[in-house]
T-cell receptor, first 122, second 107 residues
Framework: EVLLVESGGGLVQPGGSLRLSCTAS????????MTWVRQAPGKGLEWVSV??????????YYADSVKGRFTISTDNPKNTLFLQMDSLRAEDTAVYYCARGLTYNGNLCDYRGQGTLVTVSS | AIRMTQSPSSLSASTGDRVTITCRAS??????LAWYQQKPGKAPNLVIY???TLQSGVPSRFSGSGSGTDFTLTISRLQTDDFATYYC?????????FGGGTKVEIK
């Protein structure tokens, strides 16, 4: 069974940094499309970032709202996906979900975790 | 980025009703359109992909149609378990984008 457990959320001041983790079991993170999606309190879903393997190494993409501030990466021995979040803003406050991509299209997401809450506030 | 516009933002319906939600893309996305269902406090679940293909395990009362810029999600006979928020998402090009969501509530 595939399990994804998000962690690392918490309260951080504006301008601060936080690193989210998504620990996987039942799949090899480095062999899959892995995505972060977030949801601000009472708001809709927002796609954040994707990382996927390729012949020339992994590829990454970001939402315009986080480009240059967030970095997606993996620790393959630990089978863990990360989201390094720098220069945090109040509008980054959200529950962050990680997801694996489905076989037939890696951008279709299978969410297996409960998310981790990030609160950016002074 | 491609903008996805859903309507309505919310609707009230009774069990057994037929419900239709629309989603419009700001540019053509072929059939690279997915619908997700989300219940309060839970992660989203994929319902339809490729605009009209039912995800495994999803009841056949759900259906999707459309291509290019205009899409619909239809629930033929609303069941209690279907009361949730539905999001369309384009996966045609990065950055991927979601619609604003449609909350389906009990009348």
């Amino acid at each position: 069974e595939v399990l994804l457990v998000e962690s690392g959320g918490g309260l951080v001041q504006p301008g601060g940094s936080l690193r989210l983790s998504c620990t996987a079991s039942g799949l090899i993170v480095s062999n899959n499309y892995m995505t972060w999606v977030r949801q601000a309190p009472g708001k809709g879903l927002e796609w954040v970032s994707v990382l996927y393997p390729g012949n020339r190494g992994s590829s990454t993409y970001y939402a315009d709202s986080v480009k240059g501030r967030f970095t997606i990466s993996t620790d393959n021995p630990k089978n863990t996906l990360f989201l390094q979040m720098d220069s945090l803003r109040a509008e980054d406050t959200a529950v962050y979900y990680c997801a694996r991509g489905l076989t037939y299209n890696g951008n279709l997401c299978d969410y297996r975790g409960q998310g981790t809450l990030v609160t950016v506030s002074s | 980025a491609i903008r996805m516009t859903q309507s309505p933002s919310s609707l009230s319906a009774s069990t057994g009703d037929r419900v239709t939600i629309t989603c419009r893309a700001s540019q053509g996305i072929s059939s690279y359109l997915a619908w997700y269902q989300q219940k309060p406090g839970k992660a989203p679940n994929l319902v339809i992909y490729g605009a009209s293909t039912l995800q495994s395990g999803v009841p056949s009362r759900f259906s999707g149609s459309g291509s290019g810029t205009d899409f619909t999600l239809t629930i033929s006979r609303l069941q209690t378990d279907d009361f949730a928020t539905y999001y369309c998402q384009q996966y045609y090009s990065y950055p991927l984008t979601f619609g604003g969501g449609t909350k389906v509530e009990i009348k």
